[in-house]
């Protein structure tokens, strides 16, 4: 699986869009971007997923570059409950079954009022 | 709707002693997950099944760890002996067949402390 980088902490005012990096330049055809987040004490909660183009859902929209190096997780109107550990994972799909997840360090938000 | 039940939520136990930690993922879902978090490593994927078998295990630490299911909506995670570097918390995660691709659900944790 394709290593990605992400900052260790950001800040982010509470009503405006906490934009939040990830740098993956390994990564491979078939491989996909995948968020999740952890709010404190909890376990972790999928947030979105995608290959090439650019995805929205009710949380949140996900812009991948178009060489795929690079992506960008959006909340667009962050509140004091987006406050977690975001994590950037690149797996790829086996087609076979479910597959294990391998996070990393993560980038911890913090909205601040 | 229940979410992932895991069981219980905090131990504590002395060095040496039997851990057993017990999960029950999502009716219908067919897959499941173990993962470990500590400050140190972070979460790390211990070993997950489909349909009730064993897929990966390699990230069983060693030998004194074993995980079972024995039936699609029941897995324990053993630990014998359990010592104090075994202290973390303990996740199950489960997932349906042809569900949206590579969306896990978490339980709430095990908080386990080894003294």
């Known amino acids: 699986d394709a290593k990605t980088t992400q900052p260790p902490s950001m800040d982010c005012a509470e009503g405006r869009a906490a934009n939040l990096p990830c740098n993956h330049s390994t990564i491979s055809g078939n491989e996909y971007v995948y968020w999740y987040r952890q709010i404190h004490s909890q376990g972790p909660q999928y947030i979105i997923h995608?290959?090439?183009n650019n995805e929205t859902n009710e949380m949140a929209s996900l812009i991948i570059t178009e060489d795929r190096k690079s992506s960008t997780l959006i909340l667009p109107h962050a509140t004091l409950r987006d406050t977690a550990v975001y994590y950037c994972?690149?797996?790829?799909?086996?087609?076979?079954?479910?597959?294990?997840?391998?996070f990393g360090k993560g980038t911890h938000l913090i909205i601040q009022p | 709707d229940a979410g992932v039940i895991q069981s219980p939520r905090h131990e504590v136990t002395e060095m040496g002693q039997e851990v057993t930690l017990r999960c029950k993922p999502i009716?219908?879902?067919?897959?499941l997950f173990w993962y470990r978090q500590t400050m140190m490593r972070g979460l790390e994927l211990l070993i997950y099944f489909n349909n009730n078998v064993p897929i990966d295990d390699s990230g069983m630490p060693e030998d004194r760890f074993s995980a079972k299911m024995p039936n699609a909506s029941f897995s324990t995670l053993k630990i014998q002996p359990s010592e104090p570097r075994d202290s973390a918390v303990y996740f199950c995660?489960?997932?349906?067949?042809?569900?949206?691709?590579?969306?896990?659900?978490f339980g709430p944790g095990t908080r386990l402390t080894v003294l």
């Open positions: 994972i690149v797996r790829g799909y086996s087609g076979g079954g479910a597959d294990g997840l391998t």
């Open positions: 009716s219908g879902h067919n897959s």
């Open positions: 995608g290959l090439k």
């Open positions: 995660a489960s997932t349906p067949a042809g569900g949206r691709l590579g969306e896990q659900f």
